[in-house]
């Protein structure tokens, strides 16, 4: 833990207490501590044709989590951190070697690491909540992600007000982020940038704070200013709004309804069906300019999603498509550009997030189970999704597409415990046959299996 930053929650206890002697001692006393151990097991076999790579099989195990403390409310006031930790076991060697050893769980060089990632002052008036400082944020496009090891984090402050009813409104402003273990799937590139993660390579930069602009292109910037209202005063609707704009890259706006209602001709059937959209544009100095062209972004992905519950059953069917480049734009031009962790699509894979190219059509099925009537607390879900890729996406030659499935069990026997099991199963995720550096021709793909346990406390 940076011996500064523990300095400096120090201090302000000591001021806090300096000018509320009389209570600070019961701020701290019946404040709540809480948190997750978080064991992970993942294992990928590759099958790569690339005549300059072989395939292989890459493994990790890890265990970590975090511990949290957050003090009780002292007029209004409160105070808020939050320590997160991996640490990686029965690692192959060399543990470097990202095709012996999977990186998505670990920090550089598959070392383990630990990071500071909330450290928060929270004041709360009427139906007013202000948060600032470094926190987990849960938005469309600048989210946690936490799908391995450690979720990205940012240093943000916050206002919520639900003074309207039915109405939550938020405004905030959001400086640094701290990408999560998954960033480490990446090495930049298009391919990050439209998966939630930076256009330039940062797999080394895990456990810092950077400046949003610097962390996303290479360059700082003034962050990013958001505001969303979401509404849902009409029976059976929610509609909500954000926009992001961060300044001297893009501007993006994302809008979803959600809506439901009973079968007219089964009332045990309970239809669903949402609908998504995302209008991105560049603004300012355009920074996107420094992975090549100028910087130019006009892009837009919209998104259909319906499906239906019965009991314990439920299905649903999505389809998205993102807005194609002409042969002469930059990869990124038409892309939905997401380098802060956001994937809110309704047609991404537990992987492929192909639909955020330029020019994707993409299609995704999926049914669940709940078993819970049978005795047995497990939910049980398989899904598949295409991706039919535009030839000027700027990534792969051709159509993609994801099967898989997710168990989740919670055991009687000990509270608060979760085992999952995850597996995915992507065929030509990545296809070339037209480079003239022969090394990039062939095609990619694989089978990845995941055992999770998640104990909260």
């Known amino acids: 833990m940076n011996k500064k930053i523990v300095l400096s929650l120090v ?7 300096l000018n509320a002697a009389d209570d600070i001692s019961g701020m701290f006393s019946e404040g709540k501590v809480s948190g997750q151990i978080r064991e992970f097991s993942i294992s990928r076999s590759v099958d790569d044709s690339r005549s300059a790579k072989d395939d292989y099989t890459r493994n990790a195990n890890a265990i970590g989590g975090h511990l949290k403390f957050e003090t009780a409310e002292l007029d209004g006031l409160s105070l808020g951190t939050a320590f997160y930790t991996t ?19 670990l920090g550089v060089d598959n070392d383990g690491y630990s990071i500071l990632g909330e450290a928060y002052v929270q004041y709360k008036y009427g139906n007013t909540t202000f948060k600032g400082g470094r926190q987990k944020l849960s938005t469309p496009l600048a989210n946690a992600d936490d799908v391995r090891m450690i979720p990205n984090l940012f240093e943000a402050y916050v206002l919520i007000n639900k003074d309207i009813p039915d109405t939550t409104l938020i405004a905030a402003h959001v400086t640094k982020f701290a990408q999560g273990t998954f960033a480490r799937a990446y090495n930049g590139g298009l391919l990050a940038s439209t998966g939630g993660y930076s256009y330039v390579d940062t797999r080394n930069r895990v456990g810092e704070f950077l400046n949003m602009g610097e962390y996303a292109v290479g360059e700082s910037t003034s ?87 019965y009991e314990n059953f439920t299905a649903y069917i999505a389809y998205s498509e993102t807005s194609s480049n002409s042969d002469t734009d930059t990869s990124y031009q038409n892309a939905i550009i997401s380098p802060w962790g956001g994937i809110p699509a309704f047609t991404q894979g537990m992987v492929t997030r192909h639909m955020f190219l330029a020019g994707t059509k993409a299609t995704k099925v999926a049914t669940s189970y709940n078993f819970k009537d049978m005795g047995a607390n497990v939910k049980a879900t398989i899904y598949y999704a295409n991706y039919n890729m535009d030839e000027n996406n700027g990534y792969t030659e051709d159509d993609a597409n994801e099967a898989g499935f997710d168990i989740i069990y919670y ?25 003239t550096d022969d090394s990039l021709n062939g095609t990619v793909g694989w089978n990845e299996y995941r055992f999770i346990m998640n104990y909260n406390f």
Request: glycine share 8%; with cysteine; aromatic share 12%.
């Open 11 to 17: 201090s302000i206890s000591a001021i806090t207490a």
């Open 87 to 105: 640490h990686g076991f029965a690692l192959d060697d060399p543990k470097d070697d990202y095709t012996q050893v999977d990186p998505t769980l």
């Open 223 to 309: 962050g990013i200013t958001m505001a969303s209202a979401t509404y849902s005063g009409i029976q059976n609707l929610k509609v909500q709004l954000w926009d992001y704009y961060a300044y001297d890259i893009l501007n993006a706006i994302y809008a979803q309804a959600d809506f439901k209602w009973d079968c007219l001709l089964n009332s045990n059937l309970k239809n669903f069906a949402s609908a998504q959209i995302i209008k991105e544009d560049d603004i300012g100095d355009k920074l996107l300019k420094n992975a090549g062209g100028d910087g130019s972004i006009d892009s837009l992905y919209w998104g259909l999603k319906v499906g239906t519950k």
């Open 411 to 435: 055991p009687e026997a000990i509270k608060n415990l979760q085992l999952r099991f995850r597996g995915n199963f992507s065929d030509d995720f990545y296809v070339k046959e037209t480079s």
